[in-house]
């Protein structure tokens, strides 16, 4: 069982800068509270008993939000920060991604967190709404296999094309992973902000050259896919990308409205 999640929240969010004006993204409400608490309950919820929120040093009402402090002290000085989320503690630790180098490059700075082991990884402006929740979904796949795990669903052409497109091989395993893929699609199914890391990945990460000034999460899974080192979970639940100015409008429309606030 994954105990342990990287929540990787240091990115500049331009797609967002009209709504946000420089705010954080991932703190925007929907269902009357902040996005990210939607993220941090999913963990919870799925067993996740210690969380790393890796953000960066401008979103001060993130740890304002979570532990009632603007500066933590950070998670490589040993400090994590109780959180009592439906009935359940959780710590949650910080790290200062210094520069927005990346997804991958946020994840690979949890290497010392995952201390060794494998550990969920859930973007921070992915909402999900599902009955089971989807890091537990991808918990399963990773049980069975003890590989990474990318979580997808069955996506329309422009939602894969702005995000990575996972090509399945057989049964749950996955051949290669594309990001941005400009090309011809050969697959569906979209890559949609919920990972399990093995420790190989950030062994690949830490291999990682960087494309537009940036490490990519997926770069590294695809270097993996190639030696049969990954799998996919195809879960089941809705997803609502908070990071796209349209994903937050539907968030907002269809999360404010449904009774999901709690
Ligand atoms: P995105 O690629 O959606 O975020 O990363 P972004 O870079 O902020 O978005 P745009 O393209 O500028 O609009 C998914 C998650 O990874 C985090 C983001 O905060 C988001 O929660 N991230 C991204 C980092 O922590 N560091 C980065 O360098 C990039």
Partial sequence: ??????IPVAGRGTRMLRVTNGKSKEMLPVG????LSWIVEEAVLAGIEEILLVTSRDKKEIPLYFSNVEDPKTYDRGYTYPYDCRGKRVQIGYLYQERALGSGNAVSCGEEFAAGEAVAVLFGDDVMVSDVPVTAQLNEVYLRNRVAVVGVQTMPEEVV??????IPSDGEWVSAIVEKPTGE???HLASLGRFVAS????????EQETRNGEIWLTDA????AKKGKVCYCNFEGIRYDVGSPDGYQRAI?????HGYDS
Avoid: H, Q, Y
């Avoid at 009357?32 to 996005?35: L, N, Q, V």
């Avoid at 420790?199 to 830490?206: C, G, H, N, Q, S």
């Fill in 199 to 206: 420790p190989e990945v950030f062994v690949a990460l830490r």
């Fill in 185 to 187: 699609l050969t697959s």
């Fill in 32 to 35: 009357g509270r902040p996005a």
């Fill in 1 to 6: 069982m994954i105990k342990k999640a990287i």
């Fill in 253 to 257: 429309s269809e999360l404010n409205s």
């Fill in 221 to 224: 899974l695809n270097i993996l």
């Fill in 161 to 166: 094309r702005s995000c990575a497109s996972v």
